[in-house]
């Protein structure tokens, strides 16, 4: 079998997922692994050229994993033809201008979320990748992890019965950054700057609650700003014009309800940083990012309320480990799984499900989600399939 070399434009290989989940955890692992296996046995070794804005700090981080292709000049990465993906992690109010002329170079593309800050952006960056006829995908990580993917296995053994509810819980505390530096960039609490948890969250909770619970039929969100003063990188004081917090209930076709806290001002008091609880008719389950616990209706136990005595029960005691049940090595990086998922399917010609329309209904949902909040009424969202 023979091993095909792949050119790989990684723009934003400076930033913090562009470096450490895509190029280090991801792009470096597929090539340290020997590359991608496809269809018909060969393998996708990727060749990667670096595109940074800052000259010092890329030549840096091509020099330290002895990568010899870069530039800061990203139409001159976008005029060789011998890379022939573009990948985008730069700062989301960046990435509508370089996605179209990542489109209008005819490369197959590969995006962070969300694709665009606004729905009308999104889905025009979806109508003109279709018309250009370029392969198109979106980083939907989330559902590679192995939390997610043990819920996945429960959903489609039946575990669940019919499922009535979901409750996610996601956040963890931001440091304001005054006496301790924030551990997210600034622009993130700033919306002139493309930020916001709606923005950045939203995205994730369409298309995980599309594919493993069904498609959204309205949103109703409460946002808030609950810190309005942070200290930036340099230690400059800014207002925080960005929402940090959001309370989303979502209902889907079928009735099942889904409610997500997202927040970066709560403290953690769960296993992960991420759980969701899904109760259904036959069994219920916790999950996060790694882990996932069970308990069916066989096993739950029958509380009586009774607030006068202390309750000597031991809820969490009731619920069960769910095994890996993943081979030797376990599961890989979800950022990891993707891309190789995303280059066997560009490299076998297949569609990617996970294209720049799911991006779009992801974009949609923060819109819809923000509308809600500032208008104090629930939105409705229709399908959308096709551009
Ligand atoms: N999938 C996920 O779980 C996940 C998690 C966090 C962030 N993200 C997304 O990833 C993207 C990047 O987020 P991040 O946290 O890595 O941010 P970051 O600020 O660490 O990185 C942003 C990148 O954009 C570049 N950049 C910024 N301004 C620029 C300019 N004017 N010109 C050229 N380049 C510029 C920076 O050099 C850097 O490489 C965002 O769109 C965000 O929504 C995804």
């Known amino acids: 079998m023979a091993t095909r070399r792949i050119g790989i434009i990684v ?38 050229l670096l595109v940074g804005r800052n000259e010092e700090k890329l030549r840096g981080v091509a020099e330290k994993h002895g990568l010899t292709a870069w530039t800061t000049d990203v139409d001159e990465a976008l005029a060789n033809p011998d890379y022939e993906v573009y990948f985008d992690a730069l700062v989301t109010n960046l990435r509508v201008a370089n996605l179209k002329k990542a489109i209008a170079a005819g490369k197959a593309i590969y995006t962070e979320k969300p694709t665009a800050e606004t729905f009308e952006d999104a889905l025009e960056l979806a109508k003109l990748a279709k018309e250009a006829g370029v392969v198109n995908g979106v980083v939907h990580d989330k559902l590679y992890l192995p939390g997610l993917l043990k819920l996945r296995r429960l959903i489609d053994s039946g575990f669940f019965g019919e499922i009535l509810s979901v409750r996610g819980e996601f956040g963890y505390w931001v440091y304001e950054g005054d006496w301790q530096s924030a551990q997210r960039p600034s622009w993130n609490y700033r919306s002139e700057d493309g930020g916001g948890i709606v923005a950045d969250m939203f995205p994730h909770w369409n298309y995980v609650i599309e594919e493993l619970f069904g498609r959204i039929e309205d949103v109703y969100a409460q946002t808030a700003t609950h810190i309005g003063r942070r200290w930036d990188e340099q230690g400059e004081q800014y207002t925080a014009t960005a929402d940090d917090a959001a309370y989303g209930v979502f209902r889907l076709e079928g009735g099942t309800v889904v409610q997500m806290n997202s927040s970066w001002d709560v403290r ?10 899904v109760d259904g008719t036959r069994g219920s389950a916790v999950v996060g990012l790694h882990g996932a616990r069970v308990q069916p209706r066989e096993a739950t136990p029958k509380p009586v309320w009774n607030p006068d005595v202390k309750d000597p029960h031991d809820y969490r005691g009731d619920w069960i480990e769910v095994p890996d049940n993943a081979g030797p090595d376990g599961f890989d990086n979800g950022f990891k799984v993707q ?38 009424r629930r939105i409705s969202l229709d399908p959308l399939t096709e551009v």
């Open 268 to 277: 953690v008091h769960r296993d992960e940083l991420v759980e969701f609880q």
């Open 339 to 376: 891309w190789e998922d995303f280059l066997a399917h560009y490299a076998e010609g297949r569609e990617y499900p996970f294209d720049f329309l799911s991006g779009a209904r992801g974009v949609r949902l923060a819109e819809a989600g923000l509308t809600s909040s500032a208008e104090g």
């Open 11 to 48: 723009n934003g290989a400076t930033g913090r997922m562009g470096y450490r989940q895509h190029l280090v955890r991801s792009l470096l692992a597929i090539q340290e692994q020997g590359g991608v296996e496809i269809a018909g046995g060969d393998r996708l070794l990727p060749d990667l």
